[in-house]
């Protein structure tokens, strides 16, 4: 599950920082905790529990599991697709970039040429990132400034596998 920081238990160590293979913890403005989570690039790895000296990051129950309850990928229709997990997102819409076996990376929200279909399955935390951003649209920015998108060297590292876990 995502993970947030519990303000009142993370003592400003940076160690989660340091663990987090997705670049999803980064230090902020807040004081005396100065640590945020990406939900967006939170891949659900938990690296960075198994480094925080006290229980500093606990599980926010709003955003949906990588691979887990809520993601189309978890599915039997999905069986071996891969996902990009936020490090590179669509620049267009802001989705996931997702990959049928031996398939390309596409996005998984914007429509493929040749395909009618209008059912198309999403990733449950773009989903809420969009809700969130209808209701104040500063925290959560799909398409941030500096966010790898297809057009950057975030796919090469991708065409030589899934996201690091």
Request: with cysteine; proline share 9%.
């Amino acid at each position: 599950m995502t993970l947030e920081v519990d303000e009142e238990e993370c003592l400003g160590c940076g160690a989660c920082e340091s663990a987090c293979p997705a670049g999803a913890i980064t230090q902020g403005a807040g004081f005396p905790v100065a640590y945020e989570v990406d939900p967006l690039l939170c891949n659900d790895c938990d690296a960075c529990l198994a480094v925080c000296p006290v229980e500093g990051l606990v599980a926010d129950p709003e955003w949906a599991v990588c691979h887990g309850r809520g993601c189309p990928l978890s599915s039997r229709r999905y069986a071996g697709w891969e996902c990009s997990e936020g490090q590179v997102r669509c620049e267009t819409c802001g989705s996931m970039f997702w990959r049928a076996p031996g398939g390309e990376w596409a996005c998984s929200g914007c429509p493929r040429p040749g395909d009618d279909s209008t059912r198309r399955a999403a990733c449950p935390k773009v989903r809420r990132a969009e809700r969130l951003r209808t209701v104040d649209p500063g925290p959560l920015d799909l398409r941030r400034p500096g966010q790898p998108t297809l057009a950057t060297s975030a796919v090469t590292s991708l065409s030589r596998g899934s996201p690091a876990r």
